[in-house]
Protein backbone atom coordinates (compact mmCIF):
# COMPACT_ATOMS: atom_id res chain seq x y z
CA UNK A 1 0.00 0.00 0.00
CA UNK A 2 2.66 2.11 -0.06
CA UNK A 3 3.09 5.18 -2.91
CA UNK A 4 5.17 6.41 -5.22
CA UNK A 5 8.40 7.55 -2.73
CA UNK A 6 9.99 9.82 -5.37
CA UNK A 7 6.79 12.21 -5.87
CA UNK A 8 4.82 11.62 -3.18
CA UNK A 9 1.62 12.01 -3.10
CA UNK A 10 0.48 14.74 -0.77
CA UNK A 11 -2.99 15.38 1.69
CA UNK A 12 -4.11 18.33 3.45
CA UNK A 13 -5.34 16.91 6.75
CA UNK A 14 -7.63 19.10 9.19
CA UNK A 15 -8.89 17.60 12.38
CA UNK A 16 -11.91 19.24 13.19
CA UNK A 17 -13.11 19.03 17.03
CA UNK A 18 -14.99 20.94 19.50
CA UNK A 19 -13.66 21.91 23.32
CA UNK A 20 -16.98 20.59 25.07
CA UNK A 21 -16.45 17.21 23.95
CA UNK A 22 -13.44 14.90 24.46
CA UNK A 23 -10.59 16.37 23.47
CA UNK A 24 -8.02 14.01 24.58
CA UNK A 25 -9.67 11.68 22.57
CA UNK A 26 -10.13 13.40 19.94
CA UNK A 27 -6.43 14.39 19.75
CA UNK A 28 -5.54 10.94 19.91
CA UNK A 29 -7.65 10.24 17.07
CA UNK A 30 -6.01 12.86 15.23
CA UNK A 31 -2.58 11.76 16.21
CA UNK A 32 -3.01 8.33 15.31
CA UNK A 33 -4.41 8.64 11.82
CA UNK A 34 -1.65 11.27 10.78
CA UNK A 35 0.96 8.27 11.72
CA UNK A 36 -1.29 6.17 9.93
CA UNK A 37 -0.72 8.30 6.67
CA UNK A 38 2.66 8.96 7.12
CA UNK A 39 3.68 5.10 7.35
CA UNK A 40 1.53 4.30 4.23
CA UNK A 41 4.46 6.77 2.13
CA UNK A 42 1.82 9.71 2.27
CA UNK A 43 3.08 13.76 2.87
CA UNK A 44 0.66 14.71 5.23
CA UNK A 45 0.48 18.94 5.06
CA UNK A 46 -1.90 21.05 7.33
CA UNK A 47 -1.61 23.11 10.56
CA UNK A 48 0.46 19.97 12.31
CA UNK A 49 -1.26 17.66 15.19
CA UNK A 50 -3.30 20.56 16.39
CA UNK A 51 -6.98 20.33 16.52
CA UNK A 52 -8.71 23.02 14.62
CA UNK A 53 -11.15 24.09 16.94
CA UNK A 54 -11.47 28.07 16.62
CA UNK A 55 -11.16 30.51 14.02
CA UNK A 56 -7.59 31.33 14.13
CA UNK A 57 -7.14 27.16 14.02
CA UNK A 58 -9.00 27.80 10.65
CA UNK A 59 -7.55 30.54 9.38
CA UNK A 60 -3.95 28.61 9.85
CA UNK A 61 -5.86 25.64 7.94
CA UNK A 62 -6.73 28.08 4.75
CA UNK A 63 -3.38 29.72 4.79
CA UNK A 64 -1.67 26.06 4.63
CA UNK A 65 -4.05 24.88 1.68
CA UNK A 66 -3.46 28.46 -0.63
CA UNK A 67 0.01 28.02 0.02
CA UNK A 68 0.75 23.86 -0.31
CA UNK A 69 -0.53 22.54 -2.95
CA UNK A 70 -2.29 19.68 -2.25
CA UNK A 71 -3.76 15.87 -3.72
CA UNK A 72 -6.69 15.82 -1.20
CA UNK A 73 -8.21 17.08 1.68
CA UNK A 74 -8.91 15.01 4.40
CA UNK A 75 -11.63 16.86 6.98
CA UNK A 76 -11.24 14.45 10.14
CA UNK A 77 -13.93 14.68 11.97
CA UNK A 78 -11.85 14.24 15.73
CA UNK A 79 -15.00 15.17 17.53
CA UNK A 80 -18.63 16.84 16.73
CA UNK A 81 -18.67 20.17 15.39
CA UNK A 82 -20.83 22.55 12.53
CA UNK A 83 -20.28 22.80 9.34
CA UNK A 84 -18.74 26.20 9.47
CA UNK A 85 -15.20 25.55 9.26
CA UNK A 86 -15.92 22.30 6.72
CA UNK A 87 -17.73 24.49 4.22
CA UNK A 88 -14.90 27.35 4.43
CA UNK A 89 -11.89 24.83 4.01
CA UNK A 90 -13.69 22.52 1.10
CA UNK A 91 -14.74 25.34 -0.52
CA UNK A 92 -11.05 26.53 -0.97
CA UNK A 93 -10.26 22.64 -1.86
CA UNK A 94 -13.45 22.90 -4.62
CA UNK A 95 -11.85 25.77 -6.58
CA UNK A 96 -8.11 24.06 -6.63
CA UNK A 97 -10.16 21.00 -7.98
CA UNK A 98 -9.17 19.41 -4.93
CA UNK A 99 -11.09 16.16 -3.77
CA UNK A 100 -12.70 16.28 -0.08
CA UNK A 101 -13.06 12.90 2.16
CA UNK A 102 -15.04 13.52 5.18
CA UNK A 103 -13.83 10.96 7.63
CA UNK A 104 -16.33 10.10 10.89
CA UNK A 105 -14.80 7.92 13.64
CA UNK A 106 -17.14 5.52 15.19
CA UNK A 107 -18.01 5.85 18.79
CA UNK A 108 -18.39 2.99 21.36
CA UNK A 109 -21.88 2.38 22.86
CA UNK A 110 -20.58 2.54 26.57
CA UNK A 111 -23.71 3.58 27.46
CA UNK A 112 -21.94 6.53 29.39
CA UNK A 113 -20.72 9.43 27.49
CA UNK A 114 -21.08 10.33 24.01
CA UNK A 115 -17.30 11.09 23.59
CA UNK A 116 -16.88 12.25 19.87
CA UNK A 117 -20.22 12.26 18.41
CA UNK A 118 -17.96 12.47 15.54
CA UNK A 119 -20.76 11.05 12.58
CA UNK A 120 -22.93 13.53 13.14
CA UNK A 121 -20.63 16.28 12.46
CA UNK A 122 -19.44 14.98 8.96
CA UNK A 123 -23.96 14.44 8.60
CA UNK A 124 -23.99 17.84 8.99
CA UNK A 125 -20.76 18.63 6.98
CA UNK A 126 -21.66 16.40 4.12
CA UNK A 127 -25.23 18.88 3.84
CA UNK A 128 -23.48 21.83 4.06
CA UNK A 129 -20.83 20.53 0.69
CA UNK A 130 -23.99 19.61 -0.86
CA UNK A 131 -25.73 22.74 -0.61
CA UNK A 132 -22.99 24.29 -2.08
CA UNK A 133 -22.43 21.87 -4.99
CA UNK A 134 -19.20 20.56 -3.37
CA UNK A 135 -18.39 16.97 -4.05
CA UNK A 136 -17.14 14.70 -1.75
CA UNK A 137 -16.76 11.57 -0.33
CA UNK A 138 -16.52 9.98 2.92
CA UNK A 139 -15.15 6.65 5.42
CA UNK A 140 -16.95 5.76 8.81
CA UNK A 141 -13.81 3.85 9.95
CA UNK A 142 -11.19 4.01 13.02
CA UNK A 143 -8.20 5.36 12.70
CA UNK A 144 -6.30 2.67 12.15
CA UNK A 145 -8.45 1.04 9.69
CA UNK A 146 -6.43 0.10 6.29
CA UNK A 147 -9.35 0.24 3.94
CA UNK A 148 -9.75 3.87 5.20
CA UNK A 149 -5.83 4.55 4.17
CA UNK A 150 -6.74 2.95 0.86
CA UNK A 151 -9.26 4.55 -0.18
CA UNK A 152 -7.47 8.08 0.43
CA UNK A 153 -4.48 6.62 -1.60
CA UNK A 154 -6.80 6.56 -4.48
CA UNK A 155 -8.77 9.94 -4.07
CA UNK A 156 -4.98 11.49 -3.62
CA UNK A 157 -4.19 9.82 -6.96
CA UNK A 158 -7.52 11.21 -8.66
CA UNK A 159 -6.45 14.44 -7.35
CA UNK A 160 -2.65 14.35 -8.60
CA UNK A 161 -4.13 13.33 -12.18
CA UNK A 162 -6.69 16.28 -11.63
CA UNK A 163 -4.12 18.72 -10.60
CA UNK A 164 -1.90 17.83 -13.51
CA UNK A 165 -4.54 18.40 -15.85
CA UNK A 166 -5.02 21.64 -14.75
CA UNK A 167 -1.62 22.93 -15.58
CA UNK A 168 -1.54 21.15 -18.74
CA UNK A 169 -1.12 22.56 -22.33
CA UNK A 170 -2.03 20.65 -25.19
CA UNK A 171 -0.37 21.54 -28.16
CA UNK A 172 -3.24 20.90 -31.46
CA UNK A 173 -1.21 20.95 -34.98
CA UNK A 174 -3.16 21.37 -38.00
CA UNK A 175 -7.24 20.92 -37.77
CA UNK A 176 -8.82 17.55 -37.59
CA UNK A 177 -9.59 15.85 -41.29
CA UNK A 178 -13.27 16.72 -42.72
CA UNK A 179 -15.87 14.11 -41.67
CA UNK A 180 -13.88 13.17 -38.29
CA UNK A 181 -15.99 15.12 -35.70
CA UNK A 182 -14.97 12.59 -33.10
CA UNK A 183 -12.11 14.84 -33.28
CA UNK A 184 -13.50 18.27 -32.76
CA UNK A 185 -13.40 19.89 -29.55
CA UNK A 186 -13.90 22.89 -27.55
CA UNK A 187 -11.16 24.59 -26.00
CA UNK A 188 -13.52 26.76 -23.84
CA UNK A 189 -15.23 23.48 -22.11
CA UNK A 190 -12.07 22.03 -21.74
CA UNK A 191 -10.44 24.81 -19.63
CA UNK A 192 -13.49 25.25 -17.88
CA UNK A 193 -13.99 21.27 -16.87
CA UNK A 194 -10.30 20.38 -16.20
CA UNK A 195 -8.35 24.01 -16.78
CA UNK A 196 -6.39 22.19 -19.68
CA UNK A 197 -5.43 24.96 -21.72
CA UNK A 198 -5.14 24.15 -25.68
CA UNK A 199 -2.15 26.05 -27.82
CA UNK A 200 -3.01 26.20 -31.44
CA UNK A 201 0.03 25.44 -33.45
CA UNK A 202 -0.42 26.16 -37.31
CA UNK A 203 0.67 22.81 -39.67
CA UNK A 204 2.83 24.96 -41.78
CA UNK A 205 5.07 25.88 -39.29
CA UNK A 206 5.75 22.25 -38.49
CA UNK A 207 6.29 20.87 -41.62
CA UNK A 208 9.08 23.24 -42.12
CA UNK A 209 10.43 22.60 -39.19
CA UNK A 210 10.56 19.30 -39.90
CA UNK A 211 11.85 20.04 -43.29
CA UNK A 212 14.52 22.04 -41.96
CA UNK A 213 15.59 19.08 -39.11
CA UNK A 214 19.40 19.79 -38.64
CA UNK A 215 21.30 16.29 -40.12
CA UNK A 216 22.48 15.66 -36.07
CA UNK A 217 19.04 15.47 -35.04
CA UNK A 218 17.84 13.27 -37.80
CA UNK A 219 21.03 10.67 -37.00
CA UNK A 220 20.50 11.08 -33.30
CA UNK A 221 16.81 9.50 -34.18
CA UNK A 222 17.81 6.94 -36.58
CA UNK A 223 19.90 5.35 -34.15
CA UNK A 224 17.61 5.34 -31.86
CA UNK A 225 14.83 3.63 -34.20
CA UNK A 226 18.09 1.18 -34.55
CA UNK A 227 18.28 -0.12 -31.56
CA UNK A 228 14.58 -0.07 -31.25
CA UNK A 229 13.72 -2.41 -34.31
CA UNK A 230 15.16 -5.27 -35.97
CA UNK A 231 15.14 -4.46 -39.72
CA UNK A 232 15.45 -0.51 -40.12
CA UNK A 233 17.93 -1.42 -43.04
CA UNK A 234 14.56 -2.82 -45.05
CA UNK A 235 13.29 0.80 -45.09
CA UNK A 236 13.05 3.90 -47.50
CA UNK A 237 16.39 6.17 -46.03
CA UNK A 238 15.13 9.18 -46.87
CA UNK A 239 11.53 8.83 -45.73
CA UNK A 240 13.41 7.55 -42.29
CA UNK A 241 15.03 10.07 -42.45
CA UNK A 242 11.97 12.58 -42.89
CA UNK A 243 10.11 10.95 -39.80
CA UNK A 244 13.59 11.91 -37.78
CA UNK A 245 12.42 15.16 -38.85
CA UNK A 246 9.20 15.22 -37.63
CA UNK A 247 10.38 14.07 -34.41
CA UNK A 248 12.34 16.71 -34.27
CA UNK A 249 9.80 19.22 -34.72
CA UNK A 250 7.72 17.89 -32.43
CA UNK A 251 10.08 17.83 -29.95
CA UNK A 252 10.77 21.13 -30.13
CA UNK A 253 7.18 22.12 -29.80
CA UNK A 254 6.75 20.59 -26.72
CA UNK A 255 9.79 22.03 -25.19
CA UNK A 256 9.48 25.35 -26.61
CA UNK A 257 5.80 26.12 -25.56
CA UNK A 258 5.62 23.43 -21.93
CA UNK A 259 2.91 20.97 -24.20
CA UNK A 260 2.00 17.93 -21.84
CA UNK A 261 0.57 16.26 -24.98
CA UNK A 262 -0.03 16.82 -28.80
CA UNK A 263 -3.02 16.64 -31.02
CA UNK A 264 -1.66 16.23 -34.54
CA UNK A 265 -3.09 16.37 -38.17
CA UNK A 266 -0.82 13.41 -39.34
CA UNK A 267 -2.08 13.02 -42.79
CA UNK A 268 -2.69 13.62 -45.94
CA UNK A 269 0.51 16.40 -45.40
CA UNK A 270 2.85 14.22 -43.87
CA UNK A 271 2.55 12.01 -46.30
CA UNK A 272 1.85 14.72 -49.55
CA UNK A 273 4.97 17.44 -48.55
CA UNK A 274 7.47 15.25 -46.50
CA UNK A 275 7.08 12.08 -47.92
CA UNK A 276 7.21 10.16 -44.72
CA UNK A 277 4.73 9.15 -42.26
CA UNK A 278 4.60 11.11 -38.68
CA UNK A 279 3.38 7.68 -36.45
CA UNK A 280 6.98 6.77 -35.66
CA UNK A 281 7.92 10.31 -34.18
CA UNK A 282 4.67 10.04 -32.33
CA UNK A 283 5.23 7.05 -30.89
CA UNK A 284 8.54 7.86 -29.30
CA UNK A 285 6.59 11.06 -27.78
CA UNK A 286 4.11 8.75 -26.05
CA UNK A 287 7.35 6.37 -24.67
CA UNK A 288 8.43 10.09 -23.33
CA UNK A 289 5.07 10.29 -21.59
CA UNK A 290 4.01 13.16 -23.60
CA UNK A 291 0.91 11.65 -25.12
CA UNK A 292 0.29 12.17 -28.70
CA UNK A 293 -2.83 11.74 -31.05
CA UNK A 294 -3.68 11.49 -34.85
CA UNK A 295 -6.23 13.29 -36.66
CA UNK A 296 -5.62 16.21 -34.40
CA UNK A 297 -7.65 14.63 -31.62
CA UNK A 298 -7.34 17.14 -28.44
CA UNK A 299 -9.67 15.29 -26.49
CA UNK A 300 -8.25 11.94 -26.81
CA UNK A 301 -5.04 13.47 -26.33
CA UNK A 302 -6.43 14.92 -22.71
CA UNK A 303 -8.10 11.80 -21.89
CA UNK A 304 -4.64 9.34 -22.24
CA UNK A 305 -3.04 12.40 -20.09
CA UNK A 306 -5.55 11.43 -17.54
CA UNK A 307 -4.90 7.70 -17.77
CA UNK A 308 -0.79 8.56 -18.18
CA UNK A 309 -1.12 10.74 -14.49
CA UNK A 310 -3.17 8.03 -12.91
CA UNK A 311 -1.33 4.61 -14.11
CA UNK A 312 2.67 6.30 -14.49
CA UNK A 313 2.62 4.38 -17.65
CA UNK A 314 2.59 5.51 -21.06
CA UNK A 315 -1.08 5.67 -22.62
CA UNK A 316 -2.04 6.23 -26.43
CA UNK A 317 -5.26 6.36 -28.67
CA UNK A 318 -6.60 3.13 -30.53
CA UNK A 319 -9.82 2.35 -32.64
CA UNK A 320 -11.65 -0.59 -32.03
CA UNK A 321 -11.39 -2.44 -35.43
CA UNK A 322 -12.67 -6.15 -34.76
CA UNK A 323 -15.36 -7.80 -32.62
CA UNK A 324 -15.54 -11.80 -33.13
CA UNK A 325 -18.20 -13.37 -31.07
CA UNK A 326 -16.40 -16.55 -31.26
CA UNK A 327 -13.53 -16.11 -28.87
CA UNK A 328 -15.59 -12.60 -27.71
CA UNK A 329 -12.65 -10.29 -27.78
CA UNK A 330 -12.01 -7.31 -29.94
CA UNK A 331 -8.87 -6.10 -31.19
CA UNK A 332 -7.71 -2.32 -30.74
CA UNK A 333 -5.64 -1.11 -33.61
CA UNK A 334 -4.02 1.74 -34.92
CA UNK A 335 -1.11 2.41 -37.61
CA UNK A 336 1.81 2.60 -35.84
CA UNK A 337 2.11 4.84 -32.92
CA UNK A 338 1.55 3.05 -29.84
CA UNK A 339 4.67 3.55 -27.29
CA UNK A 340 7.25 0.80 -28.27
CA UNK A 341 7.02 -0.61 -24.23
CA UNK A 342 4.03 -1.50 -24.97
CA UNK A 343 4.98 -4.49 -27.29
CA UNK A 344 5.01 -8.06 -26.24
CA UNK A 345 8.08 -9.18 -24.76
CA UNK A 346 8.05 -12.57 -27.04
CA UNK A 347 7.15 -10.53 -30.54
CA UNK A 348 9.83 -8.62 -32.66
CA UNK A 349 9.15 -4.48 -32.52
CA UNK A 350 9.84 -3.87 -36.44
CA UNK A 351 9.75 -0.68 -38.85
CA UNK A 352 7.00 -0.65 -41.16
CA UNK A 353 5.61 1.59 -43.82
CA UNK A 354 1.99 2.95 -43.44
CA UNK A 355 -0.58 -0.10 -44.77
CA UNK A 356 -2.18 2.57 -46.69
CA UNK A 357 0.52 4.98 -47.94
CA UNK A 358 3.31 2.79 -48.09
CA UNK A 359 5.40 5.08 -46.22
CA UNK A 360 7.81 4.95 -43.26
CA UNK A 361 8.31 5.52 -40.51
CA UNK A 362 6.50 3.45 -37.78
CA UNK A 363 6.25 0.66 -35.64
CA UNK A 364 4.93 -3.03 -35.96
CA UNK A 365 4.35 -5.00 -32.75
CA UNK A 366 1.42 -7.07 -31.09
CA UNK A 367 0.39 -5.44 -27.32
CA UNK A 368 1.69 -7.23 -24.48
CA UNK A 369 -0.87 -9.44 -22.37
CA UNK A 370 -2.04 -7.39 -18.80
CA UNK A 371 -4.69 -5.92 -17.78
CA UNK A 372 -5.73 -2.58 -18.97
CA UNK A 373 -7.65 0.13 -18.73
CA UNK A 374 -9.88 2.03 -21.27
CA UNK A 375 -11.28 5.45 -21.42
CA UNK A 376 -12.41 8.20 -23.46
CA UNK A 377 -13.95 11.83 -22.70
CA UNK A 378 -16.96 11.80 -25.02
CA UNK A 379 -18.78 15.04 -26.53
CA UNK A 380 -22.36 14.79 -25.20
CA UNK A 381 -24.73 16.18 -27.88
CA UNK A 382 -25.06 19.69 -27.52
CA UNK A 383 -27.68 21.90 -25.85
CA UNK A 384 -28.98 18.15 -24.70
CA UNK A 385 -31.18 17.98 -21.84
CA UNK A 386 -32.00 15.29 -19.19
CA UNK A 387 -35.28 14.85 -17.40
CA UNK A 388 -34.80 15.35 -13.69
CA UNK A 389 -37.76 14.20 -11.45
CA UNK A 390 -39.09 17.18 -8.98
CA UNK A 391 -41.74 15.48 -6.54
CA UNK A 392 -44.37 14.80 -9.41
CA UNK A 393 -43.15 16.29 -12.30
CA UNK A 394 -40.15 16.04 -14.49
CA UNK A 395 -38.14 19.38 -15.25
CA UNK A 396 -35.05 19.97 -17.70
CA UNK A 397 -31.67 19.82 -16.36
CA UNK A 398 -28.53 20.84 -18.85
CA UNK A 399 -26.58 18.23 -19.75
CA UNK A 400 -23.42 17.65 -18.67
CA UNK A 401 -20.85 19.02 -21.82
CA UNK A 402 -19.19 15.50 -21.30
CA UNK A 403 -19.01 12.10 -20.05
CA UNK A 404 -16.29 9.67 -18.60
CA UNK A 405 -16.59 6.76 -20.61
CA UNK A 406 -14.68 3.73 -18.82
CA UNK A 407 -13.95 0.47 -19.85
CA UNK A 408 -11.81 -2.01 -18.77
CA UNK A 409 -10.33 -5.77 -19.67
CA UNK A 410 -7.48 -8.29 -20.59
CA UNK A 411 -4.85 -7.69 -23.04
CA UNK A 412 -4.20 -11.53 -24.68
CA UNK A 413 -1.39 -12.75 -25.75
CA UNK A 414 -1.79 -13.02 -29.18
CA UNK A 415 -0.13 -12.71 -32.88
CA UNK A 416 -0.65 -9.61 -34.35
CA UNK A 417 -4.03 -8.99 -36.14
CA UNK A 418 -3.34 -6.12 -38.43
CA UNK A 419 -0.13 -4.77 -39.83
CA UNK A 420 0.76 -1.62 -37.36
CA UNK A 421 0.22 -1.96 -33.76
CA UNK A 422 -2.61 -3.99 -32.52
CA UNK A 423 -4.09 -6.15 -29.31
CA UNK A 424 -6.36 -8.71 -28.76
CA UNK A 425 -8.56 -7.78 -25.91
CA UNK A 426 -11.10 -9.91 -23.46
CA UNK A 427 -13.58 -7.45 -22.35
CA UNK A 428 -14.58 -7.53 -18.86
CA UNK A 429 -18.17 -8.26 -20.55
CA UNK A 430 -18.69 -9.98 -23.60
CA UNK A 431 -17.00 -7.95 -26.08
CA UNK A 432 -20.65 -7.80 -28.23
CA UNK A 433 -22.47 -6.05 -25.69
CA UNK A 434 -19.30 -3.55 -25.30
CA UNK A 435 -20.06 -3.03 -29.35
CA UNK A 436 -23.26 -2.13 -28.80
CA UNK A 437 -22.84 0.04 -26.10
CA UNK A 438 -20.42 2.08 -27.99
CA UNK A 439 -23.04 2.18 -31.04
CA UNK A 440 -25.74 3.35 -28.99
CA UNK A 441 -24.11 5.95 -27.16
CA UNK A 442 -22.35 7.49 -30.89
CA UNK A 443 -18.79 7.19 -28.50
CA UNK A 444 -15.82 8.63 -30.57
CA UNK A 445 -13.55 6.33 -32.58
CA UNK A 446 -10.33 6.64 -30.48
CA UNK A 447 -10.07 4.88 -27.29
CA UNK A 448 -7.14 5.70 -24.78
CA UNK A 449 -5.65 2.94 -23.29
CA UNK A 450 -3.09 2.04 -20.47
CA UNK A 451 -2.01 -0.67 -18.56
CA UNK A 452 -3.39 -1.67 -14.95
CA UNK A 453 -6.68 -1.27 -13.30
CA UNK A 454 -7.67 2.61 -12.83
CA UNK A 455 -11.14 2.31 -13.25
CA UNK A 456 -11.77 3.30 -9.68
CA UNK A 457 -9.57 6.10 -9.48
CA UNK A 458 -11.43 7.15 -12.74
CA UNK A 459 -14.59 6.90 -11.04
CA UNK A 460 -13.12 9.63 -8.28
CA UNK A 461 -11.90 11.79 -11.08
CA UNK A 462 -15.53 12.08 -12.70
CA UNK A 463 -17.25 12.65 -9.26
CA UNK A 464 -14.58 15.50 -8.52
CA UNK A 465 -14.95 17.32 -12.16
CA UNK A 466 -18.75 16.93 -12.03
CA UNK A 467 -18.93 14.23 -15.10
CA UNK A 468 -21.13 11.39 -15.47
CA UNK A 469 -19.88 8.15 -16.04
CA UNK A 470 -20.77 5.34 -18.37
CA UNK A 471 -19.19 1.57 -18.23
CA UNK A 472 -18.16 -0.02 -21.46
CA UNK A 473 -17.67 -2.91 -19.21
Request: proline share 5%; aromatic share 6%.
Amino acid sequence: MMTDTIHPLIVAMAAIARPTFDVPLAQAVADEVRARLERAGLCVVGTGNSLIMDVEGAARMQDALHTTPSDLLILLQASFADSSMAAKLAEIAAAQRMPVLLWAVPDTRTGGRLRLNSLCGVNLAGHALTLRRIPYDYVLAPSEDPAAISKIITLARAGRALRMLNDAVIGLIGEHPAGFDTCAYDADDLKALFGVQVKRIPLSDVLQASAAAPETERERFVMRVGATTTNLDEMEPTAVRGTAGVYHALRRCVEADGLSGVAVRCWPEFFTELGCAACGAMSFLNEERCPASCEADVNGTVTSLLLQALSGEPAFIADLVSIEASSDTGVLWHCGLAPVSMADPEAEVLSAVHSNRKLPLLFEFPLKPGRVTLARLHRNPPDGFDEKSSGDTKQPERRSRYTLVIGGGEMVRAAKSFSGTSGVIRFDRSATEVFDKIMRIGLEHHISITYGDQRETLRHVARVAGLPVVELT
